[in-house]
């Protein structure tokens, strides 16, 4: 089982739709991260989050727009997404930025009409 | 910037056989950590194996070892008793030991198991 949980597993939506994606860990880990992955590329980073406080903007488009209510939950908006944007989106966590080895979630399958 | 490369696109082993996955790196660094992920079809990243640069000793979990140079800048992973369930895209991933966040991955080797 992992122990960095993903919502929806799958996801369709049309170029207008907004809808969100959700990451849940309850290791108490203190960085958590958001990558985009296309089939058979390694994961490319997009956001880190360090103690609730956005660190990190890999120069992501403002159509995505990340949100970390609390220490265990991160959240990803997406709004007017392109069918370029169609990917596994992948959450991960680790107990601070840095040094740790990052566990990651089972991703959510994001598809673009 | 560091480099990642991995340069078997695929591999196969057949069922209870030994394989080593190949990966070599370029950094300037002293301190670094170096991991094995594994992503089967199922998709979640799961990590296989970590070696922190300053360990002279390679890691080993269960069946899965690594041969660590650190003067050729090389890690490969070795499988060994290959099981069915190995069968997976498998990522190297080399991590700054300073303040750096960034998971640098390899393409990948994808590893088919032949029962």
């Known amino acids: 089982d992992t122990e960095v949980t993903q919502t929806p597993k799958h996801l369709v939506m049309g170029m207008t739709n907004k809808k969100s994606l959700k990451c849940e860990q309850h290791?108490?880990?203190?960085?958590m991260y958001w990558y985009k992955q296309k089939a058979k590329k390694p994961p490319e980073l997009m956001f880190v989050?360090?103690?609730?406080?956005?660190?990190i903007n890999e120069s992501v488009p403002s159509r995505f727009s990340p949100e970390c209510p609390n220490s265990s939950l991160l959240n990803l908006h997406l709004h007017a997404l392109q069918p370029e944007d169609s990917a596994l989106y992948l959450c991960?966590?680790?107990?601070?930025?840095?040094?740790?080895?990052?566990?990651f979630g089972d991703g959510t399958r994001l598809s673009i009409l | 910037a560091q480099t990642v490369t991995q340069s078997q696109p695929e591999m196969s082993v057949q069922e209870a056989e030994t394989v080593t996955l190949s990966c070599t790196y370029d950094?300037?660094?002293?301190?670094?950590?170096l991991f094995w992920y594994k992503q089967p079809p199922s998709r979640q990243m799961i990590l296989v194996i970590r070696?922190?640069?300053?360990?002279?000793q390679n890691a080993t979990e269960n069946r899965f070892s690594v041969n660590f140079q650190k003067a050729a800048k090389s890690f490969s992973l070795k499988i060994s008793d290959s099981q069915l369930g190995d069968a997976a895209m498998y990522f190297c991933?080399?991590?700054?030991?300073?303040?750096?966040?960034?998971?640098?991955f390899g393409k990948g080797t994808l590893l088919t198991v032949n029962p």
């Open positions: 991960a966590s680790s107990q601070d930025m840095g040094r740790r080895p990052q566990h």
């Open positions: 290791m108490g880990h203190r960085a």
């Open positions: 989050y360090s103690y609730e406080k956005l660190s």
């Open positions: 950094t300037s660094e002293s301190d670094y950590y």
């Open positions: 070696q922190e640069a300053y360990k002279q």
């Open positions: 991933a080399y991590l700054s030991g300073g303040s750096n966040y960034k998971l640098t």
